[in-house]
């Protein structure tokens, strides 16, 4: 099949893409500088900067579709907001869609020699028009090799995707409204400024008395608080509550009603078939709805980080020895590898393809400096395996499932905190034993999900 590739990089104020029909002669960087001049005279291109002189609108972008009749468009799933309009029009104008990875993106930005290190969204719409037509990205036969692009999720996926997105949204607005109107507390009503608020289905007591909303609060909470503000000490000495407090309180109560809308959506997009498997592994490990949820929008479907054959992807890397590789045998130091040895070590590409994806890869990148090895992957999903971790793992009232998995990752933890140095300090801190025991549930939870879906 012929291919005419649309190229679309879209941020918050630019929207830039190119149009190839083949893979440019003498290279992409060479193509890039040629055409720097005069550009429209060797591809079309769409431009549009709200800020600048370039600024278009989306009929114009339409327009641009339906004149060059593209019949595939690559691009990158950065701001799901700013691209589902664009995946729509898309869509609807006949044009298939391939997503490529950030990093897989960067990384063959890079190696083309295209300028600068910076985000360019120029180029890399560019950079993205060309990478379907690359050799290394295609079958023997010519078609695209789906290995080098990301898999469409299904509707249900993306349902539950946008959940997510928004109960972390709520969250984040509630914080500096509690914050601020608990400040405000300390001074109007002391005795519940730092009253636990946890209200299940319900509205939080002291928000729905506060906010004057007690319809949606339990009738009990109502009435401790009540007695607790009947009895309060602010009113011998003529405090009032505030109305900014009461307004703060009605939007707490909102917000609580909001977020409990969204989760009851997500308990039934998870009560689905094709979730089941997910979930009873999910419960093996205890992991709460909210952190369930946020790992199956990356996980889902599990085949995709297996071979098409249903087997992991193992293969062998050949990697140069950088320091003496010892072992020890009965007393005797054993050299096996010597610097600028070549060893050849086993690398199963599904599972850290799986790590990645849950936030406990590493990537690599270069400062001007040097090379630093930074986290990589879903920051979601670190922060709540994070959270799992210090919670239900390292706490003792942690109310993990008595399992055969969590007894091993208990063992595991009581292990890393037992290991001292010569003068009995230990020798591991508190976010290296953390960051070890993420680890370690990613790689058990990679390994419960292989025996479920391995063929």
């Not at 972008?61 to 729509?88: C, D, M, W």
């Not at 950030?102 to 890399?124: C, I, S, T």
């Not at 249903?310 to 590789?325: A, L, N, P, S, T």
């Not at 936030?359 to 999903?381: R, V, Y």
Request: hydrophobic share 35%; net charge positive.
């Amino acid at each position: 099949m012929e291919y005419k590739v649309l190229g679309l990089d879209v941020s918050k104020n630019n929207v830039c893409c190119h149009i190839l029909e083949n893979y440019p002669v003498g290279g992409l960087g060479t193509y890039w500088r040629k055409s720097a001049k005069n550009a429209a005279e060797f591809y079309p291109r769409f431009y549009s900067n709200p800020k600048g002189d370039r600024q278009k609108t989306l009929w114009d972008f339409v327009e641009f579709i339906k004149e060059n009749k593209p019949n595939l468009a690559v691009l990158e799933p950065t701001g799901v907001h700013y691209s589902r309009i664009f995946y729509q029009i898309l869509k609807t104008e006949g044009v298939a869609v391939k997503w490529v990875g950030h990093m897989e993106l960067k990384r063959y930005r890079e190696g083309k020699n295209l300028p600068g290190h910076g985000k360019n969204d120029a180029v890399d719409s560019l950079a993205m028009a060309a990478y379907p037509f690359d050799p290394e990205h295609l079958q023997s036969d010519g078609t695209l090799n789906e290995r080098y692009f990301l898999l469409s999720q299904p509707e249900p996926v993306m349902q539950l995707r946008e959940y997510v997105q928004q109960l972390e949204h709520l969250a984040r607005v509630q914080s500096p409204i509690i914050n601020y109107t608990r400040q405000r507390l300390t001074h109007e009503f002391p005795e519940a400024a730092f009253q636990h608020s946890n209200a299940g289905k319900y509205v939080p007591a002291i928000w729905g008395f506060l906010g004057d909303v007690p319809e949606h609060s339990s009738k009990s909470g109502l009435t401790l608080i009540r007695k607790k503000y009947a009895n309060s000490i602010v009113h011998d000495y003529g405090i009032e509550i505030d109305p900014i407090t009461q307004c703060h309180a009605r939007w707490l109560a909102e917000l609580s009603l909001e977020e409990t809308r969204i989760e009851q959506q997500v308990i039934e997009l998870l009560r689905r078939e094709e979730f089941s498997p997910y979930m009873e592994v999910f419960e093996l490990f205890g992991f709460g709805l909210r952190t369930g949820a946020r790992i199956l929008t990356r996980c889902y479907p599990f085949e995709s980080f297996l071979l098409p054959e249903g087997k992991e992807w193992i293969d062998r890397e050949h990697r140069e020895v950088k320091k003496i590789d010892k072992s020890y045998n009965k007393g005797t130091i054993e050299v096996e590898f010597k610097p600028g040895d070549v060893k050849v070590t086993k690398k199963n590409r599904s599972r850290d393809s799986f790590k990645m994806r849950l936030g406990q890869g590493t990537i690599m990148e270069s400062s001007g400096d040097g090379w630093i090895e930074k986290a990589g992957g879903s920051a979601i999903c670190r922060q709540s395996l994070y959270l799992h971790v210090l919670t239900k793992i390292e706490s003792s009232k942690g109310n993990l499932p008595d399992n055969e998995i969590n007894q091993c990752l208990i063992a595991y933890r009581d292990n890393l905190k037992s290991q001292v140095d010569g003068q009995g300090k230990p020798t591991l801190r508190g976010k290296h034993i953390q960051a070890k025991l993420m680890s370690k549930v990613v790689n058990m939870l990679y390994s419960e999900l292989l025996k479920r879906f391995k063929l």
